[in-house]
């Protein structure tokens, strides 16, 4: 068995010192085999806030997670400092993550592939281009159709809220369309600080197979959505359970100062 533990919108610059602790004691009493880090870092894109989110990363790893996966979000760009957000955007992400907007990871149980839905000339919303469909289309062709496969991209692919509509990816539907021909199980994502779980053929009937969408909540700002606490997400992957690919999704929600089981939705294809 695999478990993926999910966290978005951090916003650093915004964290909660006690909610930090509480993620950091979660990880220390139930470990994870990835990381896999949503977008929106950073409030503002700032060096000292970049500089937080990798110490926070490195004492998860040496709390018992070995790796992470960690694509950018439109609050990782630069937003006043107009000269940064057109020519060098992504300039402190990749001081501190690397070169790779678009990172991946494979192993016997699963493939996750991360994509940057995010660009400097739009303020928030995020785009999945042609060539991210083909390309995402390719790397699940060449791929055992047992493992779980899954994409993870900042903005979501589907919406739980009316009001979240205008929060969806442009290009959504025809690169869903093309993804669920090719093959893929889930898609994660952040981006509007609301966790649910959702098959996405309720939106988009014509899919050809099932595509759920795992949303996660803000794992550590004070910037929670109405009443819903700071959250996070644990997946705990069995791809050959009777003979099917089985994923339990687990929202862990902030109770009391720490986190606590909040729901669980079994999925299977």
Known sequence: MTTLLQISD???????????????????????????FSGDITQRARRSQFDAAQAFLRRLEGHGI??????????DIPLYNLFARF???YRNYRRHFGDDLEPSYENDQMLVIGLNTTAPRRHKDGLVTPEQVEAVCERLARTD??????????????AMELSDLSNLQHGAEPALQRWSEAGL???????????????????YPTLAREIW?????????????????????????????????HVCVERWDLLDGRFVPGSHFNLEW
């Open 10 to 36: 951090t916003h650093f610059g915004t964290e909660l010192p006690d909610v930090v602790q509480a993620l950091e004691d979660h990880v220390q009493e139930h470990g994870a085999d990835l990381l896999v």
């Open 213 to 245: 969408m795992v949303q996660s909540g803000t794992a550590l700002s004070s910037r929670i959505r109405g009443r819903t606490p700071n959250s996070f997400n644990r997946l705990r992957l069995n791809p050959h359970r009777h003979a099917h690919k």
């Open 66 to 75: 070995p790796r992470s996966l960690v694509i950018p979000g439109n609050h």
């Open 185 to 203: 199980d889930l898609v994660m994502g952040g981006h509007i600080h609301l966790p649910y779980v959702l098959p996405l053929s309720k939106q």
């Open 87 to 89: 020519f060098a955007p």
């Open 145 to 158: 159709p047992a493992k779980v496969r899954i994409v993870v991209a900042h903005q979501p692919f589907g």
